[in-house]
């Protein structure tokens, strides 16, 4: 039976996020994929705001299929499995997974918890109050590390898949590696850290962050805007705007937007790498270093709270990762990463899981109103599972 009108529309509009898109997306673009025109589209729906809250619930709906069998997996101790369910569900569904983040509604959670909810999901009633502040902090932090974890390492196969990449593992064997990542971590079972030294190091990265430079006054009036109007709705004409500048200066330095925001992120980043390069010089096993890397992009944050949705974005885009990780690699020190296990896969890219990680988790404690206190704690946690994983910690 052939497809409506209607349901090609909506398959368009999705198929520009089979990989997360910085820009916006037009209902010609639409009508120009499905082969129509413009006006047919408002035959469908009624503006570009309808067919936005169609694409929101045809999401829902889906993740509604999801959450039925992924809960009855965990509730049989199957953790393992409920994991490998979730990773084939956002491979089998990247332009859901793509859309989400393009629209910057994943990194809002509020979103797609309230949705859920609304729909008769129960298990965010365990972890999230009426008003959205946590109620099981424990459950919360095991929501946030699984839910970054996977959204960082599918995107990155979507991303290779897209650029087929030379000699890609399989799906299959994609999935039974990231579940062993994150079942057992990537320590060794011997290893350990004591409450003091993690305190040491803490008290290192507090003094030493007083002394990192300003914010780029570029990239500060970037944070502004996609705060305003998310990531999608930041042009060049509007940074020119808020900078007082003719459109025209901004393009004699970089060619795009996405140049731009590549450009300065990349600077941003080389601070970051060398604080990180400056704290983990005063510790020595691994581990230490691990978690002076997690502790570092933390301080760091806590001091330029303005960047968090700017890091939030735009480390999910393929180009911006693609120019920093090979920093991360060269600078960060990823040899101590030799004395992890790590499946051959994952070795390239635990560094910048790890430098994400602490970012992507930062930007939900602030959303969700965690105290500074609650939050050393928690990282300690998350800290915890990328050593020993979800199993084990």
């Known amino acids: 039976m052939a497809e409506s009108t209607k349901e090609r529309i909506l398959q368009a509009a999705f198929s520009f996020y089979a990989v997360p898109n910085f820009e916006r997306v037009s209902l010609s673009q639409i009508a120009g994929r499905v082969g ?22 045809r999401i829902c709906e889906s993740l509604m299929e999801l959450f039925a069998p992924m809960l009855q997996f965990f509730e049989n101790g199957e953790t393992g499995q409920a994991i490998s369910f979730i990773i ?27 949705e859920l909810r609304n729909r008769g999901v129960k298990l965010f009633d365990s972890i999230f109050n009426d008003d959205g502040t946590v109620k099981d902090l424990e459950r919360y932090l095991l929501m946030e590390f699984l839910g970054n974890t ?100 901004l393009y004699s330095s970089f060619e795009n937007k996405v140049d731009m925001l590549s450009t300065l992120i990349e600077d941003e980043f080389e601070t970051l790498r060398d604080f990180i390069i400056s704290n983990i010089s005063q510790v ?51 040899a101590f990463l030799k004395d992890f296990c790590m499946d051959d896969f994952f070795s390239d890219s635990v560094l910048l899981w790890i430098l994400v990680l602490p970012a992507m988790i930062y930007g939900s404690f602030l959303h969700r109103g965690l105290e500074n206190d609650a939050m050393q704690s928690s990282l300690k946690k998350i800290f915890l599972m990328v050593e020993f994983g979800v199993k084990n910690k």
């Open 36 to 57: 129509i025109s413009k006006a047919a589209i408002f035959k469908h729906f009624k503006n570009k705001d309808a067919l936005t809250q169609e694409m929101n619930n």
């Open 88 to 114: 084939h569900y956002m491979l089998a569904h990247c332009e859901y997974l793509g859309y989400l983040l393009s629209m910057s509604v994943l990194l809002d959670e509020n979103f797609v918890v309230s």
């Open 150 to 249: 996977l959204i960082y390492f599918t995107t990155k196969r979507i991303h290779d898949e897209d650029c087929q990449s030379s000699n890609p593992i399989s799906r299959e064997e994609f999935s039974e590696s990231l579940c062993y990542l994150i079942e057992n971590g990537i320590a060794k079972k011997d290893s350990s850290i004591d409450e003091s030294t993690l305190s040491y190091i803490d008290s290192v990265c507090a003094e030493r962050v007083k002394n990192i430079k300003p914010v780029n006054k570029i990239l500060k009036e970037i944070a502004g805007i996609i705060d305003r109007v998310g990531i999608a709705g930041l042009t060049i004409e509007k940074i020119a705007s808020a900078l007082g500048m003719a459109k025209s200066s």
């Open 284 to 334: 020595h096993s691994s581990y230490e270093k691990l978690y002076a890397i997690m502790q570092t992009e933390f301080c760091y944050f806590m001091e330029r709270p303005e960047l968090m949705l700017v890091f939030r974005n735009l480390l999910i885009n393929k180009a911006v990762k693609d120019k920093l990780e090979p920093h991360a690699d060269k600078k960060c020190g990823d």
